[in-house]
C-alpha cells in the first residue's frame, strides 16, 4: 500500500511539475565536435534534460563518444556525464546563458598504456576520473514544444589510468534542436 502511495506522490509531483506555466522541462539530443590540440577532432552524440524556472536551469548531459580524428587522437573511449546548472540573462524567446557543470568521463586511452607481462601485449585500462566544464549558448524557444540551442563548452580534467596521465582538456560545440513542455 505504501508502495501504491509513493507511486501516485511521485506521478502527481512529476504532473504539477510540467504543468507549471513558468517552469519548461527541456530536452535535446545533438552532435557535438570537439577539438583538441595537435589538429586533433572528436565527435559525440550529446543528450541531455533539464527544468528551467525564474531564469534557472537545472540540467544533466550526457556526451557518447563516437570517435576522434586527426594528428593525435588520444583516447579510444570518452564518455561523459554532468549535472549542473546554467544561468540565463532573459525570460524571452531568446534565451542566452552561462553555466558551470562538473561530471565524470569513462575514459580508455590509445596512447599511453603498460605492459602485461604474462601476455607481453600492451594493455590500455579504462578509468573513471573527475572533470569540470563551463557552459556558455543560446536557446531560441518556440511558441509550443520547440526549441533552437547552440553552446559552446570547455571541458577540463585528467585521465588517470595506471599509465601517464593525459589531459582530457577539449572545447566543444553543440547545435540542434530540442523539446520543451
Request: hydrophobic share 40%.
Amino acid at each position: 500500500m505504501v508502495r501504491i502511495f509513493t507511486a501516485l506522490f511521485i506521478v502527481l509531483s512529476i504532473n504539477s511539475l510540467a504543468q507549471d506555466e513558468r517552469g519548461k522541462i527541456t530536452s535535446a539530443l545533438s552532435f557535438a565536435p570537439g577539438f583538441l590540440t595537435d589538429k586533433t577532432y572528436t565527435i559525440q552524440v550529446q543528450g541531455y534534460v533539464g527544468y528551467l524556472k525564474n531564469r534557472i536551469e537545472v540540467r544533466a548531459d550526457g556526451f557518447y563518444f563516437l570517435g576522434s580524428y586527426g594528428d593525435r587522437p588520444r583516447f579510444s573511449m570518452n564518455h561523459q556525464l554532468f549535472a549542473g546548472a546554467n544561468y540565463h540573462f532573459t525570460e524571452t524567446a531568446f534565451q542566452p546563458y552561462v553555466g558551470f557543470q562538473p561530471g565524470i568521463a569513462f575514459s580508455q586511452s590509445s596512447e599511453y598504456g603498460t605492459l602485461n607481462d604474462t601476455t607481453g601485449e600492451t594493455e590500455f585500462v579504462p578509468s573513471v576520473n573527475p572533470i569540470g566544464s563551463a557552459v556558455a549558448g543560446f536557446s531560441y524557444y518556440g511558441e509550443k514544444l520547440f526549441f533552437v540551442f547552440v553552446e559552446g563548452r570547455y571541458i577540463f580534467g585528467k585521465h588517470k589510468s595506471n599509465t601517464y596521465p593525459t589531459f582530457l582538456d577539449e572545447a566543444r560545440l553543440s547545435f540542434g534542436l530540442g523539446f520543451f513542455f
